[in-house]
């Protein structure tokens, strides 16, 4: 096969709906009014906003073009470093639609719906056991909801022992949103430099752990892809000085089942459901955080929590050491609804099957592109490999270049410039849903821009070439950003 | 980005490992960043800076700055109370880029410890730290 995936075809331009639509054009119609008009109170009432009008057609037809300037999951390989752009099996829409869980209101009573109570209370069973971990919070809408429950807990623990503590370790491989959550509870976060082999070296966590650090934040495996083969020794360190140990789970899909979390140490964990468990990462959002926790620290966890006694579901507030509700209603239940029916379809042997395969695709590709591009560390990684410009600056070509000829290839681009630590770096995340074929493509097409960089370099600048928008000014962008639409002038 | 051997680091200034460069104006410091840092951020697309009046000690963030590529924080080379900022990055934050030591300037401060003067680099040293 050719390794230019992309090809022309016709796609159409599309203006903005303002410019589409025709006053009194309408894409719905209401049922009979069957209550007595009522005016809107005046301190309610204000000038209306400018929606365009539309019928329904129109509507379905723009927002249908537009999604086919897109790339998604199932148009293209998505080798989006640390977001595990799997492929979404179309079983998980399938459960998720069932009219039982999709037309379920919030507010109904318990007593009508407890299949979607059981299956919240069984997804956290079907996590606990998978991290290894006591007890499991739905709640959270998202990685870095989970991160922040994750620190309100480790607040809330220490103050509960009389002993608030003012810091946090963070290492310089750990996620970008780990100090940020951290900062949200008012620690300070404390960077711990990873050391030459790329992972965390015990000594520099006992260098700086002391009474008034509440606790690590460790990503395993870190956003270079290694493994943090110290984790247990440097938990140790941290549970001795009193601190707890928080593990950032966005890497997931890189241990699934192949590593008990608890015994090696980690006393909270988030997850991200759509990630590893196969759920739409959707036009960012909705997600959902789940985060685990340790049986001392479980009377911390979110409220309401979803308990079973006599045969029966309900929700419970009786949790008095609680952080607190962090969510509207019961967190995103249509995702919860999707990892279920994505575990309970793999199966306990196929999800250890994922991060066997998510790890070995990922070095294929390191082994297969480190004849042209610089490794960040030439040792095996686990589910993402990390390279670096450094070969093709000289011929005046950057990452950003790289990544946007990538898409005339027919490609998502990697993440580019994370992490931090590795200037220009890419950071390639194959997953285990891609063939050794579509590997193979994707390396031919690497390798090709790695040609085209030392004998054409203009080419990769002015990437890409076939998509129907060319490089976007990214600079006037950001300094000039115009956030809203307007309907045209008259 | 450019090599260093292509950067311009003028004689008459002072530099910390932050990339920060101070120019002593009769008794008050205008500090800026340097051309090695502007050029590698890229575009600058937001410079966010203190209110004036405010003290800050040696090594303290003061701002940051934002560049197509990356947010990064800016720090105090000297202690001191900050006597003005540079208004015009507010709306034209390329001036960072085109003239880091001319009009892209930053702050403006007043000393409060002159020793803290004598730890600042030379042109040369910090050159010679960016190739090392």
């Known amino acids: ?490 | 980005m450019k090599p260093v051997s292509e950067l311009s680091f003028p004689e008459d200034l002072r530099y910390v490992e932050s990339h920060e460069w101070v120019r002593l104006e009769e008794g008050i410091a205008r500090i800026g960043i340097t051309d090695y840092a502007q050029d590698q951020l890229g575009d600058v697309v937001f410079v966010e800076l203190p209110e004036a009046g405010k003290t800050l000690a040696r090594g303290a963030a003061f701002g940051s700055v934002e560049s197509v590529k990356a947010v990064s924080e800016l720090y105090m080379p000297l202690s001191g109370r900050v006597v003005e900022v540079n208004a015009a990055l507010s709306s034209s934050p390329e001036l960072v880029n085109q003239s880091p030591y001319g009009e892209g300037w930053m702050i403006r401060v007043e000393p409060s410890a002159p020793a803290e003067l004598e730890g600042l680099l030379a042109a040369a040293d910090y050159r010679e730290r960016l190739k090392g």
């Open chain 1, 1 to 490: 096969m050719n390794p230019v995936q992309a090809a022309a075809g016709l796609v159409f331009e599309e203006p903005l709906l303002w410019e589409r639509g025709r006053p009194g054009r309408m894409g719905y119609s209401l049922p009979r009014r069957d209550v007595e008009e009522t005016p809107v109170p005046e301190a309610l009432a204000a000038e209306p906003p400018e929606i365009p009008e539309l019928s329904e057609v129109d509507l379905v037809r723009h927002y249908v073009r537009l999604s086919q300037w897109n790339v998604a999951v199932d148009t293209a390989m998505y080798p989006l470093g640390s977001c595990t752009m799997k492929y979404n099996p179309k079983t998980n829409e399938r459960q998720a639609a069932l009219p039982g869980f999709a037309l379920a209101h919030p507010l109904l009573p318990e007593a009508l719906c407890q299949g979607a109570l059981e299956l919240i209370a069984a997804l956290e069973c079907l996590l606990a056991e998978i991290t290894g971990l006591d007890a499991v919070s739905l709640q959270p809408g998202a990685g870095a909801q989970g991160e922040l429950a994750g620190m309100l807990i480790f607040h809330a623990f220490h103050r509960r022992q009389g002993r608030p503590r003012s810091k946090i370790l963070v290492p310089d491989t750990a996620h970008g949103t780990n100090p940020a959550s951290a900062a949200l509870c008012g620690y300070r976060a404390v960077p711990v430099a990873s050391g030459g082999q790329g992972i965390l070296e015990p000594e520099a966590v006992a260098r700086l752990m002391d009474e008034e650090t509440a606790g690590i934040m460790i990503t395993n495996p870190n956003t270079l892809g290694l493994f943090e083969g110290h984790v247990a020794e440097i938990a140790r360190i941290v549970h001795a000085k009193g601190g707890l140990v928080y593990g950032d789970g966005a890497n997931m899909n890189a241990v699934l089942g192949r590593v008990d979390l608890g015994r090696i140490g980690v006393d909270v964990l988030h997850l991200n459901l759509h990630k590893t468990f196969a759920t739409p990462h959707g036009g960012g959002g909705p997600g959902a955080g789940p985060v685990c926790v340790t049986r001392r620290l479980a009377p911390f966890l979110p409220v309401p929590r979803v308990v079973h006694r006599e045969g029966r579901f309900f929700w419970s507030e009786d949790f008095p050491l609680s952080i607190g509700k962090l969510q509207a209603f019961w967190g995103n239940f249509g995702v919860l609804v999707r990892a279920y029916a994505y575990i309970l379809s793999m199966g306990a042997n196929h999800l250890e099957e994922v991060s066997r395969l998510a790890v070995l695709n990922a070095n294929y590709l390191r082994v297969g592109l480190r004849g042209d591009y610089e490794p960040a560390h030439d040792r095996p990684c686990m589910h993402e490999c990390v390279f670096s410009d450094a070969r093709q600056r000289p011929h005046g070509v950057t990452t950003l270049d790289i990544a946007k000829r990538l898409m005339d290839y027919g490609f998502h681009p990697p993440t580019v410039y994370f992490p931090l630590v590795v200037p220009g770096a890419l950071m390639i995340e194959p997953t285990e849903t891609e063939s050794k074929e579509m590997l193979d493509l994707f390396l031919a097409a690497m390798a090709a821009i790695a040609a085209e960089a030392r004998e054409q370099p203009e080419l990769l600048r002015e990437a890409p070439r076939r998509c129907l928008r060319r490089r976007l000014d990214e600079v006037q962008a950001a300094r000039k950003p115009r956030l809203t639409g307007s309907p045209p002038a008259p």
